[in-house]
């Protein structure tokens, strides 16, 4: 959905705070010794989030319908403030990581895993952005991935990672240039 400039750049400033939050009271909850734990649970959230960006945007943004359309606006019009509402991006998250894991698991675990999840979303927004408005030396991993991006702008049935090619890897869905 087309953002404001507030809008569209608030993730950038509100997700490092909710990260850096949530990471610290998980850790000050669990103590010294569940660190290395506590820190396995932030990698590995820090890893689902790329499986879900691939999900995303493969299945949902290019399959459901009212998703799609505004998905297809960011196609036509790639240096356009188009992206998800803060509001919308914390809800979910809240909703769909937070809230399970605590039920699960606890208080200190929902919040690493949460804060986890978060640094990978924050991730692949800067990511993002800087695969549509930044112009990186040619030898390097935004490179890479600025490439990736564009190609898939161009054939939208490959290359759904945004921060990584992974998942494009593990399900056939890479294409590289020749």
Not at 22 to 36: I, P, R, S
Not at 82 to 95: A, D, F, H, Q, R
Not at 116 to 141: D, I
Request: a positive charge; glycine letters at 6%.
């Amino acid at each position: 959905m087309l953002l404001t400039r507030i809008g569209y750049y608030s993730d950038f400033f509100v997700y490092p705070v909710l990260i850096a939050v949530l990471g610290a009271v998980g850790v000050t909850h669990a103590g010294a010794k569940e660190a290395v734990a506590y820190i396995a649970i932030f990698l590995g959230s820090l890893a689902l989030w790329t499986l879900l960006e691939y999900i995303l945007h493969r299945f949902v943004l290019h399959h459901l319908p009212y998703i799609m359309e505004m998905h297809e606006q960011h196609h036509r019009e790639v240096r356009a403030l188009v992206g998800t509402p803060i509001w919308i991006s914390v809800t979910l998250i809240v909703c769909f990581v937070f809230l399970p894991v605590f039920w699960l698991a606890g208080f200190a675990t929902a919040s690493v895993a949460t804060s986890g999840f978060m640094a990978g979303y924050l991730w692949y927004v800067s990511v993002h952005h800087m695969a549509h408005h930044w112009h990186p030396a040619h030898n390097g991993y935004l490179y890479s991935v600025k490439r990736n991006h564009a190609m898939h702008h161009t054939d939208e049935a490959n290359n759904f990672g945004v921060t990584s090619l992974f998942w494009d890897r593990v399900f056939r869905t890479m294409r590289r240039l020749r």
